[in-house]
């Protein structure tokens, strides 16, 4: 009998400290503030305007650097040229180079007709 009223008054106190901590506002604060974030994560995440955004990112990105890479030029007729016998922090100079692609590539193909040709062993 004594063993009995020994766990319902051990039962009563559990009982009252798991009141105490439910009914406590310290208790609740951690546990707000665990499911705000999970809320705001998947706000983030999964809400379906989301879906719209990320794209419209993406695409804009995409088109920034397309337009970042049509603006670069290369520019074939001017190379910049530095000199053993320039001061320091002196920069390159630009002098004019024009190379002549149509002459290079007949000179080219000049060399190709010349170059004797291996016939195959039939």
Request: proline share 6%.
């Amino acid at each position: 009998m004594k063993r009995l009223q020994n766990f319902k008054e051990s039962l009563a106190e559990v009982l009252f400290i798991i009141k105490a901590c439910l009914t406590t506002l310290w208790f609740w604060v951690p546990v707000l503030y665990a499911v705000y974030f999970f809320f705001q994560m998947w706000i983030f995440l999964v809400h379906p305007i989301t879906i719209f955004i990320l794209p419209l990112i993406l695409s804009v990105y995409a088109v920034w650097l397309d337009e970042r890479r049509k603006n670069y030029k290369v520019r074939f007729s001017e190379i910049k040229y530095l000199s053993a016998s320039h001061p320091l922090g002196a920069g390159p100079e630009m002098k004019p180079f024009k190379a002549e692609v149509e002459s290079m590539v007949k000179e080219y193909e000049k060399l190709l007709q010349k170059k004797p040709r291996k016939q195959k062993d039939s």
